[in-house]
Structure formats: C-alpha cells, structure tokens
C-alpha cells in the first residue's frame, strides 16, 4: 500500500510500501504520552486526552484499512483509577462521546467492539458508560472486519488472576479436572479467547514498559517503541511500526 506523508520536508520519504503478506494479524498498542503533549503547550492534561482520541480514529481507520484482523488498545488500566478525579472524569466523558458518536460509523465499516476488563466493575455512577459499552458490543458482534479491542479497567494480572479462579470454580465443581487445565483451555477463559495472537506492541513516548498489559498474550510479540507522544502518532508513524516489524526475524524460541 502506499501512503503520502504530510512531513515532506523532514526529507522522510513520501510514501511506505507494506509487504501486506507480513503485516501483523494483532497489534496491540500502549497511547502513552498524552498528559506530556498537552503540557508542552501549557494546556490541561485533558485536551491531551482528546487530541488523543483523534489520533486513535485514524488509527483505527487505517488499521481496517491494512487488513489488520484485531487491534487492541490499552485506554484505561485498573490502575488509572489513582489519576485526579478531573481527569478520569475526562476520560469517562472521551469514552462515552466516543461511543455515542463513532459507533454507526464503526458498525457500518463492520468493526466488531469488544472489550477486554472488567465493565461491571467500574464505579455505579458510570451507568451510562456501562450501558453504552454493553450496547456497542452487542451490536457490532456479529460484524466480520477489524476486531476493535478497548482494554478498559484492565489489568494484567487481575486478568490471570480471573481465568486462574473460574478454573479453580470449574474444578471445584466437579466440571473439569486439574489435568484438564492446559494453554488452551487457560487461554479460553482470559479476556483475548477468540482473537489471534499479539503479534505486535507498540508503546508510544519513549517508555519502555509494560505498565500490566497482557502479560500472557505478549509472551512472543514483537516490541516497538517511539519517542512520538501518542497525539502525535498518525498513519505514517504507524506505517513506519509497520514496517519495522514485517522486517522482523519472529524465531518463537527456534533459531
Ligand atoms: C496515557 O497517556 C494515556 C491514557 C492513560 C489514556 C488513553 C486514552 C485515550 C487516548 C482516550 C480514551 C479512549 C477511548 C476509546 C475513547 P498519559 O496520560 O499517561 O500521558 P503522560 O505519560 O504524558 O502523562
């Protein structure tokens, strides 16, 4: 495919040619960086938040563009409920904007939503958040293009800490038997069952770490990280990610 750069005089080449034969099936991404991109322009970390909002629907488009079959983006950590409750609120409020306004459009290009945490967890005043996630789900399940993965009061560890109890459950019932538990049948009770691998995790802002995302899914994906604050990333940032990795050797623990 090919894409022309708005930063022609970066002297960057204008367009990135893709071997879409070696594209990633699922790319996970870590939006870092924009409190730090609001605040190099002396604005409130919330219209950092938004600007990143922005960049994820271009994100989003050009992934589905690509042939991407599922993308998943870390918007809240279980963890995040610690920030000011100005800012989550803010967060609170992107997201069900975001919901309210995207979702016939996101339907229409046959996005299916899922998403990976714990919804009914959230604090009650969130009623409409909940009742907007649920129904944004439950009407784009049957959609075949891009699967559009929101981890969203989402951690890491509670995740395997989850399927680790429905299983110990299951067991205890009588339904299974400790020799029963393997990968597969682990794997089918965390939040990812159905989806491809994670081929692919890209960090934006120069952070090098995994702040409690998918633990067990990354054992084998590749990693990339920019210094580009996530505001920032647009399509040409993300065809160079892109690139990178179809230039990856992925040996899986071979040689
Ligand atoms: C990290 O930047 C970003 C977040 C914690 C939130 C990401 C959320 C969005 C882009 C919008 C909400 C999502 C949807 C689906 C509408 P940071 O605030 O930690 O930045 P900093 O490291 O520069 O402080």
């Known amino acids: 495919m ?3 750069g708005k930063d022609e005089a970066q002297n960057r080449p204008r367009e990135i040619e893709l071997d879409r034969s070696r594209l990633p099936r699922h790319v996970a ?3 870092d ?11 409130p970390r919330t219209f950092g938040h938004k600007a990143g909002v922005e960049a994820l629907r271009e994100i989003i488009r050009h992934s589905d563009e690509l042939g991407i079959e599922a993308l998943t983006i870390y918007a809240f ?5 610690k920030r000011s409750a ?4 803010a967060l609170m409020g992107l997201l069900l904007e975001y919901f309210t306004k995207e979702l016939d459009e996101l339907n229409e290009e046959n996005v299916q939503i ?4 714990d919804i009914d967890g959230m604090p009650a005043e969130l009623d409409k958040q909940k009742s907007a996630l649920h129904a944004a789900i439950e009407r784009t399940k049957g959609n075949t293009g891009l699967k559009l993965c929101i981890a ?5 560890r509670q995740e395997i800490v989850r399927a680790a109890r429905i299983l110990a459950q299951q067991t205890a019932q009588g339904l299974i038997s400790p020799e029963e538990i393997d990968m ?13 691998e994670v081929d692919f995790l890209i960090r934006t802002s120069g952070e090098i770490r995994l702040s409690n995302f998918l633990l067990y899914q990354l054992a084998y994906a590749e990693f990339y990280q920019t210094d580009i604050l996530w505001p920032d990333f647009d399509r040409r940032a993300y065809d160079e990610a892109l690139l990178a990795y179809t230039k990856r050797n992925r040996r899986f623990g071979g040689v």
């Open 33 to 43: 960086g924009n409190g730090r991109w609001a605040q190099k322009r002396g604005l």
């Open 184 to 196: 597969p049948r682990f794997e089918s009770q965390l939040y990812t069952a159905g989806l491809p």
């Open 86 to 89: 100005e800012e989550v609120g």
């Open 2 to 4: 090919a894409f022309f």
């Open 77 to 81: 950590s279980t963890e995040n409920w």
């Open 152 to 156: 969203l009061n989402y951690g890491g």
């Open 114 to 117: 899922r998403i990976l945490g």
């Open 29 to 31: 991404i870590i939006m």
